[in-house]
Nanobody, 124 residues
């Protein structure tokens, strides 16, 4: 049974940093691109970042470029999101997700497996 478990969320001041982790199990991790999405209260879920199966290509939403970095460790079946220079508008529940190779990683419908989410709150 496929499972994704996020960790590392919390409360941080504006300008601070957090690192989110997502541990995968129950499926062949290297056959999937991995993405991070976020959803703020009253908003739709939005794409944040994605990384292809071998980590050689990374995609970012314009709103996070230069501040957030996605990476993956295939030996540990884990994907990370390093978040720096955080802003109050980054406050949201962050979800990791897995999409088969070749799918459009920018859209949520491409992803087959989802984690339960981790809350990130950035205070001003």
């Amino acid at each position: 049974q496929a499972r994704l478990v996020e960790s590392g969320g919390g409360l941080v001041q504006a300008g601070g940093s957090l690192r989110l982790s997502c541990a995968a199990s129950g499926f062949n991790f290297i056959n999937y691109g991995m993405g991070w999405f976020r959803q703020a209260p009253g908003e739709e879920r939005e794409f944040v970042a994605a990384v292809i199966w071998d980590g050689s290509n990374k995609l970012y939403a314009d709103s996070v470029k230069g501040r957030l970095t996605i990476s993956r460790d295939n030996g540990k079946n884990t994907v990370y999101l390093l978040m720096s220079s955080l802003k109050p508008e980054d406050t949201a529940v962050y979800y990791c997700a897995a999409a088969p190779i070749g799918n459009d990683y920018y859209i949520a419908e491409s992803y087959h497996y989802w984690g339960q989410g981790t809350q990130v709150t950035v205070s001003s």
